[in-house]
């Protein structure tokens, strides 16, 4: 509102200028809203927080679920469900952190583990890659960026089975490395640097430093990697929340429950009620709550990075 | 181009011969780059394949005559693949991803794109809280989002039968006719937050001139949204769309954990990967499952393929 008024007060009398200025400043402030019926911004609130409600409503009665005691988990049916009864959290962090010996934190260790390690060196693995491709004109660069395309489009799961029969031959399957190795690996982190690269990393300050005498390995450690950070960190988040949300591979590969992942961890609680009638409702549910909680952290703290991943990556 | 640009000032006897030289090595170092991932790429992706491929063409069959000593593995050709044409179980299994995914991606792409056009439609300061909440379905992992909503399902320990119920509504989500519904929701609520925000990325590259333009003509803001808004945001929404309906076809978690609840609604070749998942490991047919996952790549290929062909006849951009 201020900007509004200066900008009136400065603006010479000249009749048209000041509206069209005014409406830019306007425009600036509330992109669309401007010009619009009030009714048109109730009913874009209105469809704001159906859609709202309809995306948080059912993590809301997790937390609250998760505050709960088994008994009145079960009591507080309809939408007392919503709301809090006694308040048992600490009583079901403690049962979900001491049960079966503390596997719970086991998995927990693991999946970051996973993540965390498969992350870091598809990262690497793909900031090379992309910059070989992006920087250099050696022959069948093209038809490798069609290859890194083409797997966009072909099944993981598919991929899946065949490699559980060659990890098998080779003796992988029920070791880290067969939930390692697949996630180093990664076509669409390879695409995303190689655009990166395209944008960010100038020819000229590469050209430079070779003059300078600098070996290409030493250029890419430390121009290329370092220009790409930010990019390099957007890869990172989308191959780390990959990783953790993943679920077949781990499932076919793993068998002994000290190497398994949240997901898994969780999977197999749940299916205890069916197997062997253990019902163990309040552990999943407090232990689902605790395995989205640090995902939720790490992607709020790094929002900045996974959006211009997703922008760009929408674009191209 | 970078090299050849260079090599002349550093460069004091034989010119060409030396930058075509020092192209070369360029060339190499630069494809040097690329190994690890291409190794990785070809252990991971491409002999897999060729090992399913071959693996297919062979069925392990009990030894005859002694019968204790185990299985000999004998070339079949395409035997398997006969089978796998023949299996009316894989292709019922199939027929229903294919029905799930052709009603379920209209029904994801116009949320997703409802949420993006209210959100550019918003005043600033509510953009982020909104966005925010959108987000919130995309920060709980897969298997998480399918316990929680079986649970939210559950009548006995959710909120969502009783509700209904006192409204009048009868609701069993576990009903066979109910159950590509439930999924069907669990799958949206977990989808469209990032598909929202794939489409919102591409509004915001709308330049806003042309609404100011639409407006001075007189065009409603509903008008603006289907006429300018909505062809902007074409080529994201077919993506989204493709990635949606290969992610479909394979739709295997949420079945896996349905089939927890009501197994006898959700069978063990409920959909076509839960079928060679049980054919794999269950039954222990490697063979036939390998036959299975070709015949499903193909399938893949052939819907992407024809949904490829219709996004760009109709986007044509």
Redesign the interface.
Known sequence: MSALKTSLKESPPAPARPVRKR?SRA?E?????H??TRR?QLF??A??GL??I???A??W??IT?ATKNQRD??AD??????WFSDFNFIENLRQVLTYDDGIFARWTLNTVFYSGVGALVSTL??L??G???S???????RI?MG?IVA?????????A??????FSMLGLVDTVWAVL??S??N?FS?YLAKVYCDSAVP?EL??AA??DGAG?VRV?FQIVVRIMTSGAATIFLLAFVGS??S??LPL?MLRGSDKWT??LG??AW??K??ETGTDL?SL??MG?LL??IP??IF??AMARFW?SG??L???K | ??ST??AP??DVGTPGRRTRHWTTA?????????V???L??V???I???G??MW?SLFREQAAGGLGLTGTVTEFVGFDNFARVFADGKFWLGMSRVLIFAFILVPVMLA?SL??AL???????R?VRF?R?????????????AA??????YS?????L???LD?IGIDADFFASEMLWVSIGNLIV?NT???NM??IY??LL?VP?EL??AA?VDGAS?WRIAWSIKIPHVR??LA?VG??SI?GL??I??EP??FR??S?ETVTKDFTP?LF??NQ??AANN?HY??AL?VV??LV??AV?FVYYKIANRGGNA
């Open positions: 409406r425009a402030d509330m992109p669309v809203g010009g619009q048109s874009t609130l469809g704001l859609f709202f309809y995306s948080v059912p993590v009665w997790l679920a988990l079960y049916s309809g939408l007392r469900g919503l693995i793909a090379a890659a910059y070989g491709i920087k250099f004109q050696f022959r069948g660069r490798a290859f797997t966009f489009l072909v099944p993981g799961m598919l991929l089975f065949p490699l559980y029969l060659l190795i697949p180093f690996i076509a390879v020819d590469l050209d070779r003059v290409e890419f953790w949300n679920f077949f076919m949240l997901a969780l999977y749940a299916g009620r069916a409702t999943v549910i689902s395995s989205t995902l939720a992607m709020i959006r997703v922008t990556g929408s674009i | 181009m970078s640009g260079l000032d550093t360029m060339k190499w170092k630069g494809a040097a780059f690329t690890p991932f291409f990785g790429f252990l991971l992706f002999i897999p394949l090992y399913a693996q949320i409802a949420m209210l959100l550019d439609a918003a005043r600033r509510a909104f925010l909440g959108f987000l919130v379905p995309y920060m709980v992992p897969g298997i998480v316990l929680m909503w079986i649970y939210i009548p006995r320990s959710g909120p039968t009783p509700v006192d609520w469209i937050g990032f925000l794939i990325a591409a590259s806003r609404f100011d407006r803001e080529g994201p993506l493709m990635l290969i076809v394979q295997f978690n896996l954990l927890q609840v197994p990967i060679i998942y794999a490991f490697y499952a390998a996952s499903l790549a893949i290929g992407s």
